[in-house]
C-alpha cells in the first residue's frame, strides 16, 4: 500500500507554468525596451554636460521606466533556472508599477502635457495651499464629528483618526457612503464639512485655471509665430545715380519706403502684407512713380 501510494504520488501530474518569454505582449516590450535603452544611451553619449543630463526630470523619468523590465527579466531568468529570488514578491511588484512612468515620455511630444506640466509647476503655491486647507478641515471636522457620535454604540467613528476618511470623502464632495454620521448633532456637522470642503477647494482654483490659459495662449502664440518667417529687404533695387537720378528723379533715400507692385505701376508709402502678397492701395501715401523700393522688413507667411 505505501509501495502504491508513493507511485501515485510521483505520477501526479503538474501544470507547467506559462512562461513570459513566449507572451507577445513581453515580445513586444523587448522591442521597446531595447529602442527606450539606445535611445537613452545615446542621448547620454551626445550630452555635453553629463551633470545636467541627470539633473533632468525627464532623463530620470526614462531611466526609472526602463529599470523594472531588467528587474523582472533576472527575476524570470532566476526561476526558470530553478534558483530562489532573493527580492519579495512585494518588492517585485512595485518595482513593475513603475512602469506606468512611461507615460511620461509622451510629454516629449505632447504640447497639452507640457502645458499640463507647466501649470502645475507655476501652481505650486497655491496646491500646497489647497492640501494644507485641506488638511486643517480633516482634522477639525473629524474631531467634530467624532465628539458628536461619541455617544452613539453603533457609529461607525470610533475614534479620530478613523474619521479622517469620512472628512477627506466629504470635503471632497465624493461621498462614498460607507461612513456616514446618525445623529442630529453629527448630519449637521456632515453638512458643515460639505460647505466648507466645496469653499476651500474653490478658493485655488481661478489661479491655476489662470495659469493654465497663460502657458496655453504663450504655446499657441509660439505656433503661429513658427508660421511666419522675416524676408530681408537687402534684394530692392536702388536706383543708380546716388541720391538723385539720371533722368532728374529723386533717389531712392529721398523717394521715402517704397514697394514695387504688379501691374507695372507703384506707390510710395508704408505699405503692409496682406497674406504674403502686396497688394495695390495698401500703401499710405500713394503717388505713382516707376522704380521704387522699400528700406524695411516684411514678414511674408510661410
Not at 551633470?51 to 530620470?60: E, L, R
Not at 514697394?259 to 496682406?274: H, N
Amino acid at each position: 500500500m505505501a509501495y502504491q501510494a508513493y507511485l501515485a504520488g510521483n505520477n501526479t501530474s503538474h501544470i507547467p507554468m506559462s512562461s513570459p518569454f513566449h507572451d507577445p505582449f513581453f515580445l513586444v516590450e523587448t522591442m521597446c525596451i531595447c529602442w527606450f535603452s539606445f535611445e537613452l544611451v545615446m542621448r547620454f553619449t551626445c550630452s555635453p554636460s553629463k551633470m545636467s543630463f541627470f539633473k533632468d526630470v525627464m532623463n530620470i523619468i526614462d531611466f526609472f521606466a526602463i529599470i523594472p523590465y531588467f528587474v523582472t527579466l533576472g527575476t524570470e531568468l532566476a526561476k526558470s533556472k530553478g534558483a530562489t529570488p532573493t527580492m519579495s514578491l512585494a518588492i517585485v511588484r512595485v518595482i513593475r508599477l513603475v512602469r506606468v512612468f512611461r507615460i511620461f515620455k509622451l510629454s516629449r511630444h505632447s504640447k497639452g502635457l507640457q502645458i499640463l506640466g507647466q501649470t502645475l509647476k507655476a501652481s505650486l503655491r497655491e496646491l500646497a495651499l489647497l492640501i494644507f486647507f485641506l488638511f486643517i478641515g480633516v482634522i477639525l471636522f473629524s474631531s467634530a464629528v467624532y465628539f458628536a457620535e461619541v455617544d452613539n454604540p453603533e457609529t461607525a467613528f470610533t475614534s479620530i483618526p478613523e474619521a479622517f476618511w469620512w472628512a477627506v470623502v466629504s470635503m471632497t464632495t465624493v461621498g462614498y457612503g460607507d461612513m456616514y454620521p446618525v445623529t442630529v448633532g453629527g448630519k449637521l456637522v456632515g453638512s458643515m464639512c460639505a460647505i466648507a470642503g466645496v469653499l476651500t477647494i474653490s478658493l485655488p482654483v481661478p489661479v491655476i485655471v489662470s495659469n493654465f490659459s497663460y502657458f496655453y495662449h504663450r504655446e499657441m502664440e509660439c505656433e503661429d509665430n513658427q508660421e511666419y518667417t522675416h524676408v530681408s529687404t537687402s534684394l530692392w533695387e536702388e536706383e543708380e545715380g546716388g541720391e538723385e537720378g539720371e533722368d532728374g528723379e529723386e533717389g531712392p533715400g529721398e523717394q521715402g519706403d517704397r514697394v514695387p507692385l504688379e501691374g507695372g505701376t507703384a506707390y510710395r508709402g508704408i505699405c503692409a502684407p496682406l497674406n504674403g502678397t502686396l497688394l495695390a492701395g495698401l500703401c499710405a501715401g500713394q503717388t505713382g512713380v516707376q522704380s521704387v523700393g522699400s528700406v524695411y522688413p516684411l514678414v511674408t507667411q510661410v
